[in-house]
């Protein structure tokens, strides 16, 4: 018995230096950033309609799919959000839905063709990219490789190499699948003003870009 507990102080002891000396390596700390750009490829809009009653209402939401189905939004790509009846006037009825469109679509043209009286409001919900969770990888990588890189040059000008990565943790600077300026929100919050308006542009080419920014803290082993 005291055979085999004075072997498992022996074994006890010996883990704890083993955890001393890990602690007391000595290290560098570096942080690695990375950015990209990613150009919008999806806009989803929220668009309202109205009617004076909800046989009015029906028929204009049939009007509705077919002006979105005519410029190349499929009936998936339409989703219903709410509806409205207005308690101090019961003649006004509203139903609100979500669009969405790609970079195929012509933009001009739908709005010109969604510049009617039964159109209460159009707005943007969201600004993406599809592949936006690919890209955000390629940035998180670029960022640790930033960090690599710089542990190797700061360590190689006192003679030193980079050892064992000791940790590595993700820091998220600003990243948004969303970008409005405010330029383009006003245009499109007023669009049955200005739908005809042939010199308003509401192209892809008037968003801005989905700005990714990612750090990346890490600890190195100094050899």
Not at 31 to 48: H, K, L, Q, R, W
Not at 87 to 102: E, G, L, N
Not at 116 to 143: H, L, S
């Given at each position: 018995?005291?055979?085999?507990?004075?072997?498992?102080?022996?074994?006890?002891?010996?883990?704890?230096?083993?955890?001393?000396?890990?602690?007391?390596?000595?290290?560098?700390?570096?942080?690695?950033?990375?950015?990209?750009?990613?150009?919008?490829?999806?806009?989803?809009?929220?668009?309202?309609?109205?009617?004076?009653?909800?046989?009015?209402?029906?028929?204009?939401?049939?009007?509705?799919?077919?002006?979105?189905?005519?410029?190349?939004?499929?009936?998936?790509?339409?989703?219903?959000?709410?509806?409205?009846?207005?308690?101090?006037?019961?003649?006004?009825?509203?139903?609100?839905?979500?669009?969405?469109?790609?970079?195929?679509?012509?933009?001009?043209?739908?709005?010109?063709?969604?510049?009617?009286?039964?159109?209460?409001?159009?707005?943007?919900?969201?600004?993406?990219?599809?592949?936006?969770a690919d890209f955000r990888k390629t940035v998180k990588i670029n960022a640790l490789k930033a960090a690599k890189e710089k542990a190797d040059y700061l360590l190689e000008s006192i003679g030193k190499k980079v050892g064992t990565p000791l940790e590595i943790t993700e820091i998220e600077d600003y990243t948004s699948d969303m970008v409005v300026p405010m330029a383009y929100r006003s245009k499109v919050a007023n669009v049955q003003l200005e739908a005809a308006d042939s010199n308003i542009d509401y192209s892809f080419d008037n968003i801005e870009n989905i700005k990714l920014k990612y750090s990346i803290k890490t600890k190195y082993e100094i050899l």
């Amino acid at each position: 018995m005291k055979l085999r507990h004075f072997l498992l102080i022996g074994l006890l002891t010996f883990g704890s230096l083993i955890n001393a000396q890990e602690i007391k390596k000595n290290f560098i700390e570096v942080t690695g950033v990375a950015e990209m750009e990613v150009e919008p490829d999806e806009i989803i809009f929220n668009i309202g309609i109205k009617g004076d009653n909800k046989n009015q209402l029906a028929d204009n939401e049939k009007l509705l799919f077919e002006t979105l189905k005519n410029n190349g939004v499929k009936n998936e790509d339409i989703k219903f959000k709410s509806m409205y009846q207005n308690i101090y006037s019961k003649k006004i009825f509203t139903k609100s839905f979500q669009f969405k469109v790609s970079k195929k679509t012509d933009m001009g043209n739908l709005f010109e063709n969604l510049n009617q009286k039964w159109v209460n409001n159009i707005n943007i919900a969201e600004i993406k990219n599809t592949k936006i969770a690919d890209f955000r990888k390629t940035v998180k990588i670029n960022a640790l490789k930033a960090a690599k890189e710089k542990a190797d040059y700061l360590l190689e000008s006192i003679g030193k190499k980079v050892g064992t990565p000791l940790e590595i943790t993700e820091i998220e600077d600003y990243t948004s699948d969303m970008v409005v300026p405010m330029a383009y929100r006003s245009k499109v919050a007023n669009v049955q003003l200005e739908a005809a308006d042939s010199n308003i542009d509401y192209s892809f080419d008037n968003i801005e870009n989905i700005k990714l920014k990612y750090s990346i803290k890490t600890k190195y082993e100094i050899l």
